[in-house]
Nanobody, 125 residues
Framework: QAQLVEYGGGSVQAGGSLRLSCDAS???????????MGWFRRAPGNEREGVAV???????MYADSVKGRFTISKDNAKNTVYLQMNSLKPDDTAMYYC????????????????WGQGTQVTVSS
């Protein structure tokens, strides 16, 4: 088991920046490291969309819509993953979720077994 807690969401004007954080904790009975951590988002009426993922070897993948604007990173000492979001647009408005998996990685939400509760990001024009 693992628990993921996101924070850092909020309201910002278009062109602004936010940094999301996700603290990951693992069950003491299963301390195997996560192979992949990522961020997804879901806007009202839309399906959950993969935004960015980071594999344990450092490789990253981004949705085309956020390339060049968002950056995923991780502090291994804190077991925290971040999503730096710059040049935000109203289309980025969504609930953002942190996800993790011990074996697989990708931008498809079905890949991930562990999910946080989400943090809301609202971008106004």
């Amino acid at each position: 088991q693992a628990q993921l807690v996101e924070y850092g969401g909020g309201s910002v004007q278009a062109g602004g920046s936010l940094r999301l954080s996700c603290d990951a904790s693992v069950d003491t009975l299963d301390t195997r490291p996560m192979h992949c951590m990522g961020w997804f988002r879901r806007a009202p009426g839309n399906e959950r969309e993969g935004v960015a993922v980071l594999q344990s070897d450092g490789r990253t993948m981004y949705a085309d819509s956020v390339k060049g604007r968002f950056t995923i990173s991780k502090d291994n000492a804190k077991n925290t993953v971040y999503l730096q979001m710059n040049s935000l647009k109203p289309d980025d408005t969504a609930m953002y979720y942190c996800a993790a998996d011990r074996w697989r990685c990708g931008l498809a939400y079905r890949v991930f077994n562990y999910w946080g509760q989400g943090t809301q990001v609202t971008v106004s024009s």
